[in-house]
């Protein structure tokens, strides 16, 4: 890359070379039950990874021909890779074949809270105050 290449591109598109796949970045494994407490344990993160720019929308995939594809491409790859290693594995069968960070992530958003509110009004129908 060329060094006035190098002062454009975005820093959330460095990459550690420590950061590997599997790093465990939070404690919890999303399930159907923990959704808030899990977003927002990735949220931060993420954020100390700097790579929430994946998830909400900002990082968007360059033209292949772009210089900073590649090093996009590396990052959400990463993202992807830490978003389907912490979620329970009927969960990551939704997910597994999609290819980018921020589509993953509204995903689980969408789905896990419908699920979430359609348990909450049905135990509440079961369970009169």
């Known amino acids: ?15 550690h070379p420590r950061e590997n796949p599997v790093t465990p970045l939070v404690s ?11 977003s927002r344990s990735m949220l931060t993160a993420l954020s100390a990874k700097n ?31 830490w978003l389907v290693h912490f979620v329970f594995v009927p969960i990551c069968q939704s997910i597994v074949c999609m290819d980018k960070a921020v589509e993953i992530w509204n995903d689980l958003k969408q789905d896990i809270l419908k699920v979430t509110s359609h348990t909450s009004l049905t135990s509440k129908w079961r369970h009169p105050r």
């Open 28 to 38: 919890l494994v999303l399930d159907s039950g923990n959704y808030y407490s899990w």
């Open 51 to 81: 790579k929430l720019e994946f998830i909400d929308g900002t990082a968007t995939q360059p033209t292949k021909t772009d210089s900073t594809f590649l090093a996009w491409n590396r990052c959400n790859n990463m993202v992807v890779s």
């Open 1 to 15: 890359m060329k060094k006035e290449e190098e002062e454009s591109t975005p820093s959330y598109l460095y990459l």
